[in-house]
């Protein structure tokens, strides 16, 4: 398993602006995710943090609204640019290491935009 | 696109009974099926997963059942009791290439009475 540390947990944020979400590892992990979950409904895949490379975003999401770091193999930062109102959700880490089966996440980053 | 969704959106048991939460599935290629359990304010935990070749996996108070033919999946709660309210979600792994992603269905309330 792993434990997982988002920051910040949640914030309120003005619209125009970006955040920047931090997920740190307690071990080093193969694979890192950022997942969105706008409210009352299920997560979406936004895209796969790539260490040392670009992340692959998917369908929907692009790098210059949601730009994402991983320098090594234990953070990774997903930046929310521009912000609007629409871009109110949780925004949540995923990891999942090599040979492991299931996928353990973050607590997640409230986000609310005004 | 491929998705998974789930039957019931919301489930009201009395504790003690046994609760059965669905899901279906549209991609036959997803070779890895996890149930998430995730309470308000936190990141979705873990409960349960099965592999595309097995039909039934028991945990503690948990069974997953798949179903292939019918690409139908099923989370069984046995003896349901009121910590296990929550927002209970099914996902799959699509394998191959997306490997590590997960696509996650729509959710149901699980809501437990004393």
């Known amino acids: 398993s792993a434990v997982i540390s988002q920051k910040p947990s949640r914030d309120i944020c003005q619209r125009g602006t970006s955040l920047t979400i931090q997920c740190q590892v307690d071990?080093?992990?193969?694979?890192m995710f950022w997942y969105r979950q706008q409210p009352g409904q299920s997560l979406t895949l936004i895209a796969t943090?790539?260490?040392?490379?670009?992340?692959?975003?998917e369908s929907g999401f692009v790098i210059d609204k949601f730009p994402i770091s991983r320098p090594n193999l234990t953070f990774s930062t997903l930046t929310v640019s521009n912000m609007s109102p629409e871009d109110s959700s949780i925004y949540l880490c995923?990891?999942?290491?090599?040979?492991?089966?299931?996928?353990?996440f973050g607590q997640g980053t409230r986000l609310t935009v005004v | 696109g491929e998705s998974v969704g789930l039957h019931l959106p919301t489930l009201s048991v009395q504790e003690g009974d046994n609760s059965i939460i669905n899901c279906a599935y549209s991609?036959?290629?997803?070779?890895?099926f996890i149930w998430y359990k995730q309470e308000s304010g936190k990141g979705p935990q873990f409960i349960i997963d099965?592999?595309?070749?097995?039909d039934k996996r028991q945990g503690q108070r948990v069974t997953v059942l798949l179903n292939k033919t019918v690409k139908h999946l099923s989370l069984q709660i046995a003896a349901t009791q009121p910590g296990d309210s929550a927002v209970y979600f099914c996902?799959?792994?699509?394998?191959?290439?997306?490997?590590?992603?997960?696509?996650f269905g729509q959710g149901t309330i699980l809501t437990v009475h004393p």
């Open positions: 995923s990891v999942r290491g090599q040979g492991w089966t299931e996928a353990f």
């Open positions: 071990s080093q992990v193969t694979m």
């Open positions: 943090a790539n260490q040392g490379s670009e992340a692959t975003y």
């Open positions: 991609n036959s290629a997803s070779d890895y």
């Open positions: 099965i592999r595309s070749n097995m």
């Open positions: 996902a799959e792994n699509p394998g191959g290439t997306s490997y590590g992603k997960l696509t």
